[in-house]
């Protein structure tokens, strides 16, 4: 499915380009955060959470991702083990609203992209192992999270994820590069969408 396609729930769509980057203006859900000016915070290195939909075009994008935490089964994770293939990375908290609108979608494309090699992993940013675990048992979530109460994980995301824009997802691309970023309820559509673009790209 190319990028561009209109899918369901995604009636229209408008493209603008910034900074050698392409917006694709969606109507998703509103992230917890509520919305802001979204050129102005695209030019600090993110967006809030107000259904922008970021495509990074593979010759700008900056340098890869570092992301390393310990999930809550305790397994350590590092992002640069994972290179060689798309990962995609869900920052969350149980009670945020549009983080569970977005969560069927999460769960229906990690089933279809997960066993050929697409890698998944949640950063939670409120909540112990107890609500997290039953978020997921509710959902059908099975890939793990990183829990990141005080921040530190995002913090180490280089301004690619705003603290307050949840739920925010990312999609890097086989060199651990921020290929796409999706702030506010990630619609299953635009995720299959942007991960084939990526996918196509080592084809």
Not at 21 to 49: E, I, K, R
């Amino acid at each position: 499915m190319s990028p561009d396609a209109p899918g369901p729930g995604l009636s229209r769509r408008t493209t603008l380009r910034l900074g050698g980057g392409l917006l694709v203006l969606a109507p998703l859900l509103a992230a917890c955060s509520g919305s802001s000016d979204a050129a102005s915070q695209a030019n600090a290195g993110y967006v809030s959470g107000d259904g922008v939909v970021v495509e990074i075009p593979p010759e700008v994008r900056a340098a890869p991702l570092e992301v390393r935490g310990t999930t809550y089964s305790g397994d350590d994770f590092d992002s640069a083990a994972l290179r060689g293939a798309p990962l995609v990375i869900n920052v969350w908290y149980a009670s945020c609203p549009p983080c569970r609108v977005e969560a069927p979608a999460l769960k229906a494309v990690h089933a279809d992209y997960g066993p050929p090699g697409v890698e998944f992993v949640g950063v939670n940013t409120r909540d112990k192992a107890g609500p997290a675990a039953a978020f997921e048992e509710t959902f059908g979530i099975t890939y793990p999270s990183i829990p990141d109460p005080d921040g530190a994980v995002i913090a180490s995301m280089d301004g690619s994820v705003s603290p307050n824009a949840v739920p925010t997802t990312l999609i890097l691309d086989a060199e651990g590069r921020v290929a796409a970023r999706i702030t506010g309820a990630a619609d299953q559509s635009t995720l299959e969408s942007l991960l084939d673009a990526v996918l196509e790209e080592g084809a």
